[in-house]
């Protein structure tokens, strides 16, 4: 009867513990999550989720008129399905202008404009934002960090400032902390 105790407290310990490593996935974005386009399986699995590859978009929280498309692999699996697989680092990236550009604040040379973990303790997948002055263009570039084997991927998205309608454009230097 003891050992059935203790198992049944393992299987408890494990169940929270499973819970709380699901919630670790949560997404931060300053204004908002980002919306699901769609997904596609890349990988079929028999009894547990198949592994997908996920689109999302998201618009710049400090710049109006920008939008950004990212795709990230999604592990299934049995650790997919609770929460602890450890995600690859492929993601890819591409911004655009979709309206008028309209700077709200100011910003500093990469910035985090969006941030999601992509394992339970060690791997964030980051969306970055700076100006090339030169050119009057934003630079967007996704990468992942790994505490202990750096930024193994990362991909680059610019987007130039053109004038929308009869607006004249902003130039992004004067937006530059």
């Known amino acids: 009867m003891n050992s059935w105790i203790k198992n049944i407290r393992k299987l408890v310990i494990s169940a929270i513990l499973m819970s709380s490593i699901g919630l670790g996935s949560v997404a931060y974005a300053a204004d908002g999550e980002p919306d699901l386009i769609f997904k596609k399986s890349t990988v079929w699995k028999f009894l547990s989720p198949d592994h997908k590859l996920a689109v999302y ?3 710049d929280p400090l710049i109006k008129g920008v939008a950004c498309h990212f795709t990230v692999p999604e592990k ?3 650790s ?3 929460g602890v697989a450890e995600e690859v680092s492929d993601i890819s990236l591409a911004c655009r202008q979709v309206g008028p550009i309209e700077f709200t604040e100011k910003f500093e040379q990469g910035d985090v404009m969006y941030r ?3 394992s339970f303790l060690f791997k964030k997948m980051r969306i970055v934002r700076g100006c090339d002055t030169a050119r009057n263009t934003l630079v967007y570039l996704v990468y992942s960090d790994k505490l202990i084997e750096g930024s193994p991927k ?3 998205s610019t987007v130039p400032i053109m004038p929308w309608g009869n607006q004249t454009p902003a130039r992004c230097e004067d937006y530059i902390e």
């Open 57 to 59: 978009a998201i618009d």
């Open 76 to 78: 299934g699996g049995i």
């Open 80 to 82: 997919g399905f609770f």
């Open 116 to 118: 999601k973990k992509r």
């Open 154 to 156: 990362n991909s680059t």
